[in-house]
């Protein structure tokens, strides 16, 4: 119905009985260029699609294929879990409605850039939120520009890894830093730090100035540190 009212293909994908199966519905037109019925054609996919297809299933990693307008083409069930539907729901629905419409807009316009640029890959960290706010991820992305063979559309595929913990981690170690560095300009007192795997020595800049040393060219030593604590 959908191929009849649009006037235009139309290509799902959904799994029989265990196997993963391409549907191609074309309209057909009388001679008065009315649509007159339907031609559907149905593929089972080739074994590698068969078997990216599982890993879309199994594995924790966040894929999608998408057009430059924000149509989901194929997500992996660790990214539909976080949007809150299945997979086989989210096929042709657009990015908007699951997420920000801000954060979609600007992603739309990231994969527009992208493949204009004819560059092979691209990187990039990102957090998302979904529509009502209620979760968020930070996503380190991997694309890759893939034309559709079924609609020779261009599309992006983005291969991404929950990195949420580590940006959390790494905002906590910021702000912790930052307060000792409020507190050594408040009491007037430095810090200094070792790297015990690199044997580096690091001041602050508070111990720069005490030892009226400059930050930017001196190079403190362990046993520097240490004669000045006799």
Known sequence: SEAMQQGE??????ESDGTQVSLICSPSFNTHGKVSGVTLVVTALPGLAAEMEMILKTSGVYVMQRTDSGEI?????????FLGARPD???GKK???????EETDEISADDRAFLSSGVPHGSELRRIQTKDGKRSLWLKKQKF?????????????????DVTEVVRARKAAESATSQIEMLQDIAGVGY????I???TVGWSHEV????????DSFVPTLELGLSYSH
Do not use: M, Q
Request: charged residues 30%; hydrophobic residues 35%.
């Open 95 to 101: 990015l908007n409605h699951y997420l920000d419409e």
């Open 192 to 195: 200094w730090s070792i790297d």
């Open 145 to 161: 520009p893939f034309e559709d063979d079924r609609t020779g559309r261009p599309t992006v595929y983005t291969v991404s890894t």
């Open 9 to 14: 293909k139309v290509v799902r994908e959904f």
């Open 89 to 91: 729901d989210l096929l």
């Open 197 to 199: 795997i690199e044997g």
């Open 208 to 215: 720069h100035r005490i030892r009226r040393t400059e930050h």
């Open 73 to 81: 083409l194929r997500v992996s069930s660790a990214f539909a879990a």
